[in-house]
């Protein structure tokens, strides 16, 4: 399950790749305007290629016309044909149906008039669970909305993909996801990953060229096969590399997607394990239950009881105790914990996730925005020939503003130049901030304390090496007004320091750095990083005149070093209290940053990531380069920070920690982090800085990019767990007291305690919303303290089984006790006596749902009020039971009678049992495990 359609494609059968295929060759728009050059798909669009459309009235009209963006299942069938459905689909109910049917014809209109009101009750408290959990996981489709970039008159702004009609400009660069089908009108080094729609692995270069007609007249109707159609980008494809521009040619359903999503809406999405482990306990427990009914019904019968009476109560029997609503409940419980989860900033894609993180042991998280909070200023600076040694790190906080102008000697001046023209963050006039990079941004901000104009406009660039994280340094080639060329270049120190042959003094001369020198900018910029400064090295070079060499990272050698600066990013607030709490619940936390050892060190501690011996604690990339996967698992226990790592060696770690049987979740936001994102157990992807292709690979989104939302995301996940094993314990033992009850009253040869209609009555109250509520507790914060759970450890624990077996003991006695006081009071079953064990019953059962919402703590420490859906449903049951015991409609269909103040009473003194006995034994095993560390292991 997840929010992208796409990922329903992952899972298709080859069967269904063809289906997929052959709905592509339909005409469709992507077919006719391929083969259209730009301008002529402009025309046909009515819009301009570079502005886009600029009427409003005209987009109110199309998307009028075109309706959302949004590929959504449309819902064929109308409600009441879904819920007259229901009355068929089971078996149970046809059952049921049957009986009422018998009633009837044999003249006891009486009791087919009860059992029909009885089974569309049933069947509609079913059914509004079932719709409404179709409705939390529609809610979960929507989650991650998709942006775009568009440009309508001329303006361009960032906004919902769902906006667009046919005719708007968008643009998008690496990372991006294309938000509609679009002809292609501007394309630089673009490629595209189209898997998700071919299937086809290498990602598809595109251009701006139409394609030519002609070459496929041999073809059937001259179709040009979806994979040739390199002019259109396809909605939900993924940019790889380059950038560029494009015109929406189709929107939703008319896309090439769309078409391909209608045809696979009937495939049914996969199960998570614990939904499946849930049908086959649901199914286990039907067998059990059949086979026990089946006995209890010959006994009856050999008795010579009235078959049509063992036939109705076998039937509700079979109802009741089979809890046909556990794998819905499950289901709404888990969709209702993503959207939970959402409120807290972590997104669910994946709904299977939700199970794993209760699992995970080991989570790798990078440094910069997810541990800091990413916005960084420039507080040390450092240049070799005025500052000559690390003693005389110049101390931007230090200085006045006014004194500042003193120590600009030219090595400043050209490290501050290389800073601002090798820089790609902009001014927004509309959000009157810089936008782009923080470490760029950082570098634009220090211009301004030194009063210092933006040069960029001065000068042309006429090449880009583009900053990524394998490369770790970023080049840029301009030309100025004077027509003099020149190579600015920043990036990580240790590589700018190695490509450095000269560097910049004082009086602005380049003089020749021998290997004494080098040691000591590595000096300064370790002191600078030491202190937990992102340290980044600037450095110049001017080609020799007419050199036509290629522009890039191998012609990038032989620099002018200018100097370093450093900048703060301090980490997140929340992040030391995150770390200790997922050390408790022994979750190992590493940290994996392309920043420097030193920068990483220092953060480290400030966090609480231990580092009891740096020698084997901190791994940095070159070293990782090295080393074998095995020999990697053997030390990685160890390791609790990887530095000036690459997106490769995230890979490589996930691996060699899964090797070690670690669950582990890995945060990424960059295109190269794909991969490890799709290994990792749980990928988790950056809301706000990571890209579309990074949240496409993960299995969970932070909407805040902050490493404490894991550990939110994780309790959440544990605590949906927890609720899962509390209704469980509470729908099981209902279901085994009442089947002992009436098999004990069969075997004894006693009346049957219970009618079919009351029986059903308590199967709602089981399967309805008691149950439902107690899925929505909410998260004990202790739960960080038990240790993950083991991926193989069963739902239906020994602790669990215990614990629903105490509460039917007690339910079936106090019945039993009840039923057995009233009959013999006067030797012949009444109305009085049944309705006597029929409210018993119901008592002891809302009592044992309150002892349910925890396994270990008392309710009064939990708080009475603290699951208020919980009272609610309680209440109305409570309501449901005394209408059940007083109007006299339902007295009919009950067989009851009005009880005195004193029986209700006596009746919830003696079921509160069952509460008392529950708390009696988690105050115990309190007791017994406080002093034991692993008190929280067992639940
Ligand atoms: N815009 C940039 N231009 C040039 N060099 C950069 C730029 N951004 C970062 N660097 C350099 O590259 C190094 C690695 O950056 P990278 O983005 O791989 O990791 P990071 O952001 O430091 O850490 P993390 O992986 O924890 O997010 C940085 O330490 C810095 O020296
Ligand atoms: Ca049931």
Wanted: with cysteine; glycine share 6%.
């Amino acid at each position: 399950m997840s929010d992208n359609p796409f990922d329903l494609v992952a899972v298709q059968t080859p069967k269904n790749a063809n289906v997929s295929l052959n709905a592509l060759d339909i005409p469709s728009p992507s077919l006719e305007y391929c083969t259209m050059t730009v301008e002529e798909a402009a025309t046909s669009l009515g819009t301009n290629v570079k502005n886009g459309l600029s009427s409003a009235s005209e987009v109110t009209h199309r998307q009028q016309e075109y309706g959302v963006n949004e590929i959504a299942s449309e819902d064929e069938e109308p409600l009441w044909r879904k819920f007259l459905g229901t009355f068929v689909g089971d078996p149970l109910i046809l059952l049921l149906i049957g009986s009422a049917v018998i009633s009837f014809v044999m003249g006891n209109i009486d009791d087919a008039v009860s059992i029909t009101l009885a089974i569309v009750i049933v069947v509609t408290v079913g059914f509004v669970q079932e719709h409404r959990s179709e409705k939390s996981i529609e809610a979960l489709n929507r989650l991650v909305p998709d942006e775009c970039h568009l440009v309508r008159g001329g303006q361009e702004s960032k906004i919902l993909a769902s906006v667009l009609v046919p005719g708007d400009v968008v643009r998008f660069g690496v990372g991006d996801r294309i938000p509609a089908d679009i002809r292609i009108t501007e394309a630089v080094g673009l490629s595209i990953d189209e898997s998700n729609l071919t299937g086809e692995n290498e990602p598809v270069h595109k251009s701006t060229k139409e394609v030519s007609k002609d070459s496929y007249n041999d073809v059937p109707g001259s179709l040009v096969p979806l994979a040739d159609r390199t002019c259109i980008g396809f909605m939900g494809t993924l940019v790889r590399e380059g950038h560029g521009r494009g015109i929406v040619i189709a929107t939703a359903k008319h896309t090439a997607f769309g078409k391909v999503f209608e045809m696979m809406n009937s495939i049914e999405k996969p199960k998570t394990p614990l939904q499946t482990a849930m049908d086959k306990l649901g199914k286990d427990l039907s067998l059990v239950s059949f086979g026990l009914i089946g006995v209890i019904c010959l006994i009856g019968i050999l008795q010579g009881r009235s078959w049509l009476e063992m036939f109705q109560i076998s039937v509700s029997l079979a109802v009741a105790a089979i809890p046909e609503g556990l794998p819905i409940i499950v289901t709404v419980t888990l969709a209702l914990g993503v959207l939970r989860m959402a409120k807290r900033r972590a997104i669910i894609r994946r709904l299977p996730s939700v199970e794993t993180l209760g699992s995970v042991n080991v989570i790798c998280s990078d440094k910069t925005g997810t541990l800091t909070t990413n916005h960084m200023t420039v507080n040390k600076i450092w240049c070799l020939g005025s500052m000559s040694n690390k003693s005389n790190i110049l101390n931007l906080e230090k200085v006045t503003r006014a004194n500042l102008k003193n120590h600009i000697s030219e090595d400043v001046k050209a490290t501050l130049r290389v800073g601002n023209i090798c820089n790609n963050s902009t001014f927004s006039q509309e959000h009157v901030k810089f936008l782009g990079n923080p470490t760029d941004i950082a570098i634009l901000e220090v211009l301004r304390k030194f009063d210092l104009e933006d040069q960029r406009p001065t000068v042309t660039r006429i090449g880009e090496i583009p900053f990524s994280s394998k490369r770790k340094f970023m080049a840029v080639k301009v030309k100025d007004s004077r027509g003099k060329t020149m190579i600015y270049v920043k990036g990580a120190y240790e590589r700018i320091v190695e490509m450095s042959s000269h560097f910049i003094n004082t009086e602005n001369k380049v003089v020749k750095l021998d290997s004494a020198l080098k040691d000591v900018i590595f000096d300064s910029a370790n002191t600078l990083a030491s202190e937990g400064l992102r340290t980044l090295a600037f450095a110049q070079f001017e080609p020799p005149s007419g050199s036509t060499d290629a522009f890039d990272e191998k012609s990038i050698d032989g620099l002018t070093f200018a100097g370093l600066l450093g900048m703060n990013d301090p980490p997140r607030p929340s992040v030391r209290a995150a770390v200790e709490r997922l050390s408790e619940g022994s979750v190992h936390v590493i940290m994996i940053t392309g920043d420097s050892e030193s920068t990483a060190v220092n953060i480290a501690r400030q966090i609480g990531i231990s580092i009891p011996n740096p020698e084997t604690a901190v791994l940095t990339g070159d070293r990782l380069e090295h080393m074998s996967e095995d020999q990697l698992t053997s030390i990685i226990d160890h390791v609790n920070i990887f530095a000036r790592a690459t997106p490769e060696h995230k890979l490589n770690i996930v691996r060699a920690l899964q090797k070690r049987g670690d669950i582990v979740a890995m945060t990424g936001d960059g295109v190269n982090d794909a991969p490890a994102l799709k290994l990792a157990d749980i990928g988790v992807s950056m809301g706000k800085m990571g890209t579309d292709v990074a949240k496409e690979a993960s299995d969970m989104v932070l909407t805040d990019d902050d490493f404490s939302t894991i550990l939110t995301a994780i309790e959440e996940g544990k605590g949906i767990f927890n609720n899962i094993q509390n209704f469980l314990t509470f729908q099981l033992s209902t279901s085994v007291a009442a089947l002992s009850l009436v098999a004990i009253s069969t075997a004894f040869k006693l009346p049957n305690p219970l009618n079919a209609m009351q029986i059903l009555w308590i199967n709602i109250l089981m399967d309805g919303p008691p149950a439902q509520s107690l899925g929505v507790e909410p998260v004990d914060h202790e739960v960080m303290k038990k240790p993950p759970r083991k991926r193989s450890d069963k739902i239906l624990t020994n602790d669990v089984f215990k614990r629903l077996l105490q509460s039917a003991l007690f339910i079936i006695v106090g019945t039993i006790y009840v039923f057995i006081k009233e009959m013999t009071e006067d030797g012949v079953i009444t109305a009085r006596d049944t309705t006597m064990t029929f409210t018993c019953f119901v008592f002891f059962d809302m009592f044992n749902a309150l002892a349910c919402r925890h396994s270990t703590k008392s309710i009064f420490e939990v708080g009475i009020f603290a699951n208020n859906m919980f009272n609610y449903a309680v209440g109305f049951s409570l309501l449901g039971q005394l209408c059940a015991i007083y109007v006299p409609f339902f007295q009919k269909i009950f067989k009851t009678e009005s009880l005195s103040l004193g029986d209700l009473a006596f009746l919830l003194t003696l079921s509160s049992t069952v509460f008392i006995a529950d708390e009696v034994r988690k105050w115990y095993y309190r007791k017994q495990r406080v002093n034991d560390p692993y008190y929280y292991s067992v639940v």
